[in-house]
């Protein structure tokens, strides 16, 4: 099969390797129909993780038809549709019951996803069948509920978004978007978008967006303010994961409020006594994709919302090296790979 590899920092290649085999009776193998470049790939290829030890895989988001399944695994089959969650896991464990897929005790990640072919473990717990057929233009939509929408929606929940709220946004890549379009979706009554860029400030209003703020730090916080009564939002979702990222929320935020963040953190500080003196709260983190897809996905299939107008860069996966130069220099929102 054709693989996604990075080599080192800004060193991504499509090569072939080995197709992956079954190696427990609980497994599927899956071929890809539609995968994509998250912005957590960034950092990788940026090379703000760390040394990383030769050449890996890359990628976690995909969608794909089951080819083969091992003995143990019943709810799905050869020739079914279906979307894989970013980390594989039981659903049955204690940690799946409560919602914590993400921390599943049977669970993990794969070796990588922008490629023709996946090895799933945990099949019966991480696969969600579509109800086939499924029309092409269906899929950037589908493709989105294995992690951007979800993780979106997971920064809205944490962030106690409800109906009636009042929403920021901090962040207007693809993730910051969903979590517009799952604020809105929730009945957020009024949804501000912090956003420097025209492309993605109109996807922002398409997806619900009420207001965009340009400006950043104190004045961009006083703008908010001045939006929202004066007072800041009830709910901040924080889609980046930098330090003036996280700093932005919680400027933004009323006092009462909670920030719920999604950015994987990279130098993200916290001001506790500040926090504790506004009784200001924070939650979130990894999202429990499989935990929100028997929510989403109806939406998903009867055109509720279309999460995937975060795509605005299509190519084959032949191209996976301009696909990540476009989204490093934020050319592209989002880019969709076909094998």
């Known amino acids: 099969m054709r693989a996604t590899m990075l080599h080192s920092p800004g060193d991504i290649r499509l090569e072939t390797l080995d197709d992956p085999e079954l190696v427990d009776d609980t497994d599927a193998i899956v071929r890809v129909v539609a995968s994509c470049v998250c912005g957590s790939d960034l950092w990788p290829f940026r090379?703000?993780?760390g040394e990383q030890g030769g050449p890996q895989q890359i990628g976690h988001e995909f969608i794909g038809i089951v080819e083969r399944v091992g003995t143990d695994v019943s709810h799905v089959t050869s020739g079914d549709f279906v979307?894989?969650?970013f980390l594989y896991s039981d659903n049955t464990c204690r940690?799946?019951?409560k919602g914590v897929h993400t921390s599943c005790v049977n669970g993990g990640g794969y070796?990588?996803?922008q490629a023709e072919l996946v090895r799933v473990p945990q099949a019966d717990g991480?696969?969600?069948t579509v109800p086939s057929p499924v029309d092409d233009a269906l899929v950037p939509h589908l493709l989105t509920l294995s992690d951007v929408f979800p993780t979106g929606h997971h920064a809205a929940v944490s962030a106690g978004v409800e109906a009636g709220s009042t929403v920021?946004?901090?962040g207007d890549g693809a993730v910051g978007l969903s979590g517009v379009l799952a604020a809105k979706r929730l009945g957020a009554a009024t949804i501000v978008a912090m956003s420097r860029h025209e492309p993605r400030q109109e996807v922002a209003r398409a997806f619900g967006a009420d207001h965009v703020v340009a400006t950043r730090g104190k004045e961009g916080a006083g703008e908010v303010k001045e939006i929202l009564g004066g007072i800041g939002a009830d709910s901040v979702l924080e889609c980046v994961g930098t330090k003036d990222s996280m700093k932005q929320a919680f400027l933004s935020l009323r006092p009462g409020g909670t920030v719920g963040y999604v950015g994987m953190p990279h130098g993200v500080e916290l001001n506790l006594p500040i926090m504790f003196a506004t009784n200001s709260?924070?939650?979130g983190g990894v999202a429990?994709?499989?935990h929100y897809l028997d929510e989403l996905l109806p939406d998903v299939l009867d055109g509720t919302i279309e999460p995937g107008r975060v795509f605005d860069l299509d190519v084959p996966l032949s191209d996976v090296a301009h696909a990540y130069r476009a989204m490093d220099e934020r050319v592209a929102i989002k880019a969709l790979l076909r094998p």
Do not use: E, F, Q, S
Request: hydrophobic share 60%; net charge positive.
């Open 47 to 49: 090379g703000l993780n």
């Open 126 to 128: 991480t696969l969600v």
């Open 168 to 170: 920021v946004v901090v």
């Open 83 to 85: 979307i894989a969650p």
């Open 288 to 290: 429990p994709v499989r």
């Open 95 to 97: 940690l799946c019951v």
């Open 281 to 283: 709260g924070l939650a």
């Open 111 to 113: 070796a990588g996803c």
